[in-house]
């Protein structure tokens, strides 16, 4: 028991040392300040950029709270409110990712921008910031001072993941039936044929010679 417990200790010391050399390997993140509370989509409360979002997407947003779609010239139920938004945020962060690709793929590598595409790509992160997630945001630091960056991670991100949806949003599904096998649902099958024999081939028997005649 004893020596057992000494190689738990012996392991539980290795593995300390180097999930701390992990830790400090890594570089530092400031954590992300957590949301402040927002109005709800669903029940009919719509911040700045929500309202943002929707504008640009091409709906209108009416002094009521009322989101029109106006391709289908009806209004937008409260409850897909808050997937729609969603979607609409990835699309904003996808196209603004593209306009920064292309014009850093221009020069190859993200520090020979020339003064002038630096600060375009600089803008474009800045007024995209809010809808980059961590990971994104990890890899766009280095175009900022620290100062910037002290401001920046002051702006909590929204909407950065395809998961604000929330369980009440989706309709409801029965639990209780088991669904139906794919097996079940395919028609049945006859049985496979046997393959056919292969005949073998024979070899020629070569023709017995005639016996000589007595004399």
Do not use: C
Request: charged letters at 20%; glycine letters at 4%; zero cysteines.
């Amino acid at each position: 028991m004893t020596a057992r417990l000494a190689l738990a200790l012996s392991a539980a010391l290795v593995w300390s040392g180097t999930a701390r050399a992990a830790v400090a390997a890594s570089p530092a993140l400031p954590a992300a300040p957590a949301p402040a509370p927002q109005p709800s989509p669903q029940t009919g409360g719509l911040d700045p950029l929500a309202k943002d979002l929707l504008t640009q997407g091409g709906y209108e947003v009416r002094a009521d709270g009322t989101v029109w779609d106006k391709i289908a010239d009806a209004p937008v139920p409260a409850r897909d409110r808050t997937y729609l938004i969603s979607r609409l945020a990835s699309a904003r962060r996808m196209k603004a990712l593209l306009q920064i690709d292309n014009i850093v793929n221009r020069y190859g590598r993200h520090d020979k921008l020339s003064p002038e595409d630096l600060e375009a790509v600089r803008a474009l992160v800045r007024a995209n910031w809010v809808v980059f997630g961590d990971g994104i945001r990890r890899g766009l630091r280095s175009y900022f001072s620290l100062e910037e960056l002290d401001a920046l991670d002051k702006i909590a991100p929204r909407y950065d993941r395809m998961d604000t949806v929330t369980v009440a949003d989706l309709p409801p599904v029965s639990v209780t039936a088991d669904a139906p096998s794919v097996m079940a649902t395919l028609p049945p099958q006859a049985p496979a044929a046997a393959p056919a024999a292969t005949p073998t081939p024979v070899a020629a028997v070569p023709a017995a010679a005639p016996a000589a005649a007595a004399p």
